[in-house]
């Protein structure tokens, strides 16, 4: 059964206006405001296959730079689909046989290692500046406070044009 995937473009620099109408000659999209990021909908029987069809229509009209799913599929994962230069393809395949493993799965690895370890400093990096807030302030009044800015923010959210 074929079925729409929602396709994330990030591009390598704004698209111009030019860029951007012939693009969506190939494909419906929507653009961001700084003309960086585009959402399309793709029809394929996978979202692998989606991520393929999308970046050879559009490769050759902007430049894009990484294609994502914008839902994540049945595992919880976000498919990624990046183009390596030649000198990066090679030392990708020359690690990978090092390791035993096929170049999908150590760059799939490596991106999991690093956005897993991303998460690790955001996380202590956090608790640093929590601590460091509870020496002068109670619980209760941080946590007063961080309602009150969540709140906010939800506020002006709704309620911006």
Excluded: W
Excluded at 21 to 50: C, E, I, M, Y
Excluded at 126 to 136: A, I, K
Aim: glycine share 4%; proline share 4%.
């Amino acid at each position: 059964m074929t079925a729409h995937h929602a396709v994330d473009v990030t591009l390598t620099r704004p698209a111009t206006l030019r860029e951007l109408q012939r693009a969506r000659r190939s494909v419906p999209l929507a653009v961001n405001a700084d003309h960086t990021r585009l959402l399309v909908v793709q029809r394929a029987k996978s979202p692998g296959r989606a991520l393929r069809t999308v970046r050879r229509r559009l490769e050759a009209q902007l430049p894009i730079d990484v294609l994502t799913t914008h839902y994540q599929d049945g595992n919880g994962q976000i498919l990624l689909n990046v183009t390596f230069s030649p000198t990066v393809q090679s030392a990708v395949r020359h690690t990978a046989a090092a390791l035993g493993q096929r170049p999908r799965d150590f760059v799939r690895d490596a991106v999991t290692t690093a956005l897993a370890r991303r998460d690790q400093e955001r996380s202590r990096h956090l608790t640093v500046q929590l601590e460091s807030l509870l020496t002068e302030n109670s619980a209760e009044e941080l946590l007063l406070c961080a309602a009150d800015v969540l709140n906010g923010a939800r506020r002006s959210r709704v309620t911006s044009p």
